[in-house]
Nanobody
Framework: QVQLVESGGGLVQAGGSLRLSCAASGRTFSRYRMGWFRQAPGKERECVAAIRWSGTSTNYADSVKGRFTISRDPAKNTVYLQMNSLKPEDTAVYYC?????????????WGQGTQVTVSS
């Protein structure tokens, strides 16, 4: 069993920053991939960023490249999403997820989500 708990969401003005955290528990994650997805009202859930738990590989959506950074702290079993230069279109519920696969779209474990609202 895997548990993921997100925190760090909130309301911020455009141009501001937030850091999301995702605390993972229940299994070892040395071979897992971690990701952040988001879902805005009326839109499909999209992958924002992903990282191998080893930290050797990261991927970003084009819309957040250069503004968002995903990282992890193995000692704390925590993954972070640093979000800078936030835009109103970044407003969404952000979800932490993990997968046992090195690639692909299989993300079987999800957190409850944290709301990020960016005001103009």
């Amino acid at each position: 069993q895997v548990q993921l708990v997100e925190s760090g969401g909130g309301l911020v003005q455009a141009g501001g920053s937030l850091r999301l955290s995702c605390a993972a528990s229940g299994r070892t994650f040395s071979r897992y991939r971690m990701g952040w997805f988001r879902q805005a009202p009326g839109k499909e859930r999209e992958c924002v960023a992903a990282i191998r738990w080893s930290g050797t590989s990261t991927n970003y959506a084009d819309s957040v490249k250069g503004r968002f950074t995903i990282s992890r702290d193995p000692a704390k079993n925590t993954v972070y999403l640093q979000m800078n230069s936030l835009k109103p279109e970044d407003t969404a519920v952000y979800y932490c997820t993990t997968s046992p696969d090195a690639y692909g779209s299989n993300w079987p474990y999800w957190g409850q989500g944290t709301q990020v609202t960016v005001s103009s």
